[in-house]
């Protein structure tokens, strides 16, 4: 299949403020850069027994088994999720198959937000909030404002910048799923 088929788009923000951990992610899959090929997907997900959520960008099948290698490692490391982190990327990068792989991912348990990619990034964000995918940029320059200038809670903050981006970006919708942590 040629890579002008593959299945993308998506947004994806967290934020961590209050003790509190949101990841907020729009519903679209785009095929090529001009049809909307669903709009209710669910890419943000609670794994490793509901403790962390995921949220990914990308390809999608891509993103479905980077998330099943995740879990795998969260399991391996008892849900440390630096540890897992950094071991799925170095998989990531090492393995034959997996480098291949076109996807991002941002985790999140109780105490730590993370964005993780093929590359081997494993980041955690300044200030709690970080934003991946086509209307990435459009979410992060949203909840970055809204962290500084209201008393929003962090799920409210992540929906809202997600609700901006959909408004902006045209790989991003307003079919939202939002998990807290």
Known sequence: ???????????????????????????????????????????????????????????????????????????KYSGN????????????????????LEAMMIAADSTTLLIISGQGDVIEPEEGVCAIGSGGNYALAAARALVKETNLSAKEIAYKSLKIASEICVFTNENITVEEV
């Open 81 to 100: 999720l630096m540890r897992s982190a950094v071991e799925l990327t170095q998989l990531w990068r090492t393995d034959k198959m997996l480098r291949r």
């Open 1 to 75: 299949m040629s890579e002008n088929y593959f299945l993308r788009g998506t947004t994806i923000c967290a934020v961590k403020k209050d003790g509190k951990t949101a990841m907020a992610g729009d519903g679209q899959v785009t095929l090529s850069q001009s049809v909307i090929f669903k709009n209710n997907a669910v890419k943000v997900r609670r794994i490793y027994n509901g403790s962390v959520i995921t949220g990914f960008a990308g390809a999608v099948a891509d993103a479905f088994t980077l998330t099943e290698r995740f879990e795998e490692m969260l399991q």
